[in-house]
């Protein structure tokens, strides 16, 4: 089945700043590509996601890129403010499955 | 349009006693899944149903059954209590294809 690596595994980062949560998946044949941000207490929700025809996407300070060669994805958050701090999942799933399968998640604070 | 509805939002077991986790959803989507979510941990896929009639295991089913009668609802039964299931419960719905997971609000379950 897939496996899905995340890292790092904690991100601390100054108001403005980037930051960049890379995930690695092993099935070449996964085609999906979601990313869910987590508050405290609450559910996670969908931010963005990427299918496997496109390389890059992005939505106001949010984007996702795709290596498929390489078998990566990472999220990019630009100019970040106190509301990112989160916990962000990446997720892949295969074409031939119904099944999400999570990265570990990253605890992203944002610093004031 | 409530999307994904989860009840109870709170609840309090005792070991060895039994309950049912409601999951209702409003999206006409086929696909329904639970998982939980210890503290501070990922998301770990107990059970997951394709339609009505159709449901099959994730990777932590052991101490939980589910049935799939109607489209929309999707119970999760846990049928003798342990310390172990305490936990955050969340349901989560998608459509066909490459179609993201919506996630409900979850449910609070505490074993003592």
């Known amino acids: 089945g897939e496996n899905v690596e995340q890292h790092p595994s904690t991100l601390s980062v100054q108001e403005g700043d980037s930051a960049v949560i890379k995930c690695t998946y092993s099935?070449?044949?996964?085609?999906?590509f979601p990313w869910y941000k987590q508050e405290l207490g609450k559910r996670p929700q969908l931010i963005i996601d990427?299918?496997?025809?496109?390389g890059e996407k992005k939505d106001q300070r949010i984007a996702v890129t795709l290596n498929k060669t390489a078998k990566h994805f990472s999220l990019h958050i630009t100019e970040t403010q106190p509301e990112d701090s989160a916990v962000y999942f990446c997720?892949?799933?295969?074409?031939?499955?119904?099944?999400?399968?999570f990265g570990a998640g990253t605890t992203v604070t944002v610093r004031a | 349009n409530a999307g994904v509805t989860q009840t109870p939002k709170f609840r309090i077991l005792k070991i060895g006693q039994s309950m049912t986790l409601q999951c209702t959803q409003d999206?006409?989507?086929?696909?329904m899944y639970w998982y939980r979510q210890d503290p501070g941990m990922g998301l770990k896929l107990i059970y997951y149903?394709?339609?009505?009639?159709?449901?099959d295991k994730g990777e932590v089913p052991n101490g939980y059954n589910v049935s799939r009668s109607t489209t929309e609802d999707f119970p999760l039964r846990l049928e003798l209590a342990a310390p172990s299931q305490t936990s955050v419960y969340f349901c989560?719905?998608?459509?066909?294809?490459?179609?993201?997971?919506?996630f409900g609000d979850g449910t609070r379950l505490s074993i003592l």
């Open positions: 999206m006409n989507h086929n696909y």
């Open positions: 990427i299918r496997s025809n496109v």
């Open positions: 989560a719905v998608s459509g066909p294809s490459n179609q993201p997971q919506h």
């Open positions: 099935d070449s044949a996964s085609n999906y």
């Open positions: 997720a892949a799933r295969a074409f031939y499955d119904y099944k999400l399968s």
């Open positions: 149903s394709v339609g009505a009639g159709i449901t």
